[in-house]
């Protein structure tokens, strides 16, 4: 199956996972597993904007950074630029954090609050241990399923 047919199921999944549930936790948690189980990512979680700062959320895959400032790493820059952010080569992106060593690639998409479109509440970071992991279809999907994965209002 080809990588868009791959994730046109996904968004139908998420939307279902998702359908009535109110509580964020639970809606990153699912969509995290789904994620990372369905696409055979590497690292695929959530961080969470609290206090000012990045806190790691619901994820699958090895041990993560539990703080990430404003503007700091791929995840930082996602946050404070509010658009997404596609790494073909770690290694290249200024100031990149290195959780692990074995991230080569990385794409973080923001996650909007429904009643506040200019404010982010969290960020999806997926890292992959190739190089050249993520391109335009992935960030169009998984833009998609961020807008899933909002508060709500």
Known sequence: ???????????????????????????????????????????????????????????????????????????????KQRQTIVVPDVEEFPGHIACSSASRSEIVVPIFSKDDSERVIAVLDIDSEHLNTFDSIDQKYLEEICLLCREEA
């Not at 597993?33 to 994820?59: C, S």
């Open 1 to 79: 199956m080809e990588k868009e047919e791959r994730y046109q199921l996904l968004v139908n999944q998420v939307r279902a996972l998702v359908e009535g549930e109110k509580d964020q936790i639970a809606i990153m948690s699912n969509v995290a597993a789904l994620l990372h189980q369905e696409m055979k990512f590497w690292w695929t979680g959530f961080y969470r904007v609290k206090n000012d700062e990045l806190i790691l959320g619901p994820f699958q895959g090895p041990v993560a950074c539990m703080h990430i400032g404003f503007g700091k790493g791929v995840c930082g820059t996602a946050w």
